[in-house]
């Protein structure tokens, strides 16, 4: 295509929420792969094993790597919410939490673990007929125990009431990628279903402001845009209950966005062993979320020399990946973000071959967009 002199070239087309949906679901599964394969090492057996910048490519890794309990638990979320919208395009109303409850618990078979006597009997559905599903993949102790429990949390009742892990917010993308619903029932949705295995309002209210970060991108809003807007409604108080704002959560994000503000008028990311110091490692919530939100934003395009999605794609799980900490999370919450922002332009084809189980995911995520009407 020739463009005239003097003119302006027209801007790409929006992605459509059909390519939002897969590529958030397909872009957190490729950055948990790729960071479950060193979630255990600390930065210096990183790049003893894969050099000074560290591990960056699936190549690197001969065989591929597996995807960890973070993507078993975002697929379990988004059949949880497609129950629930089933039951609603019926013309019968359902508890979504309880679906989502009902999810995790057949996640939560599927890990060997034996239900409680107080769980009910559920048929099977589509997503339980995968073998890949059963393999146990690290899964959090909090969402062990909180589901072993037998109880159903909820924000006034949590199970595991002191507890913050990062299983909240790695698994809370979805929510997000419903359209057509309020922010505020984006929130609620995420806040309620994180308090059925973590009690700790950290733990809640970083899973809720992912889920709207996530809503906002996949209703246009930019990068920017959308993490300052989920931040402004935690620090503003705009939570759809009576609940003070974590001031940890509204520190560790107010600092992401400042140091990737800073990396955007310098030129230069924070060296590993800095990001862990600053963000902390990514085990509980905040510093997960806050870790993801800075490898996105630091290497957005207008701040580094990244040229399109699929750059932009590469040097933000880069950053996400290799660090002293849990690699497998930081770098699926980046995946989330970026695929919800580009859609599945920005993974690269190369790391989709190498992906596992790639029919599972794009199954889930072709079901909700045929129920969403999306």
């Known amino acids: ?28 599964a490729l950055g948990d792969s790729l960071g479950y394969a060193v979630e255990f090492d600390a930065i210096d057996a990183i790049r003893a094993a894969f050099g000074p910048d560290g591990l960056r490519d699936f190549a690197e890794l001969g065989g591929g790597s597996h995807f960890s309990d973070d993507t078993q638990m975002t697929l379990y979320t988004v059949d949880g919410l497609l129950e629930a919208l089933e039951w609603a395009n019926s013309g019968v109303a359902a508890d979504t939490n309880a ?19 107080s ?11 995968h073998e890949v599903l059963r393999h146990r993949r690290a899964p959090g ?27 909240t917010v790695m698994r809370s993308a979805p929510f997000g990628l419903i359209p057509h619903i309020p922010a505020e029932a984006v929130y609620k949705m ?38 300052g807007v989920a931040l402004a409604r935690l620090q503003e108080g705009l939570l759809p209950r009576a609940e003070e704002p974590d001031p940890v959560l509204i520190g560790r994000l107010t600092a992401s966005l400042r140091l990737a503000a800073s990396a955007a008028g310098t ?9 862990v110091r600053q963000l902390g490692e990514g085990w509980v919530a905040e510093e997960a979320l806050a870790v ?11 701040t580094t020399a990244a040229a399109g999605p699929e750059e932009h794609f590469r040097a933000a799980m880069a950053v996400a990946v290799n660090h002293s900490g849990d690699s497998d999370s930081t770098a699926s919450i980046a995946g989330n973000i970026l695929g919800a922002h580009y859609g599945e332009q920005c993974l690269p084809a190369d790391w989709l071959a190498a992906l596992e189980a790639p029919e599972l995911i794009r199954g889930m995520a072709a079901r909700l967009v045929a129920v969403t009407g999306a």
């Open 99 to 117: 679906c989502l409850w009902l999810a995790y618990l057949r996640w939560l078979g599927s890990q060997g673990v034996t239900l409680p006597d």
């Open 292 to 302: 993801g939100l800075y490898a996105v934003l630091a290497t957005a395009p207008a």
């Open 141 to 167: 102790n909090a969402c062990l125990s909180g589901l072993a429990s037998g109880e159903m949390g909820t924000v006034y009742r949590p199970v595991n009431p002191d507890s913050k892990g990062c299983g």
């Open 119 to 129: 769980a009910p009997f559920q048929p099977p559905r589509w997503i339980d007929s």
């Open 190 to 227: 995420s806040a309620d279903a994180a308090s059925l295995t973590h009690g700790h309002p950290s733990a809640r209210q970083s899973a809720g402001v992912f889920s709207l970060l996530i809503h906002s991108l996949v209703n246009g809003g930019g990068l920017h845009e959308a993490a």
């Open 1 to 28: 295509m020739s463009i005239e002199p003097g003119s302006t070239p027209a801007a790409p087309a929006a992605p459509s929420h059909e390519s939002r949906i897969h590529g958030c679901l397909l872009g957190g």
């Open 267 to 275: 030129g230069r990311l924070l060296g590993a062993e800095e990001l």
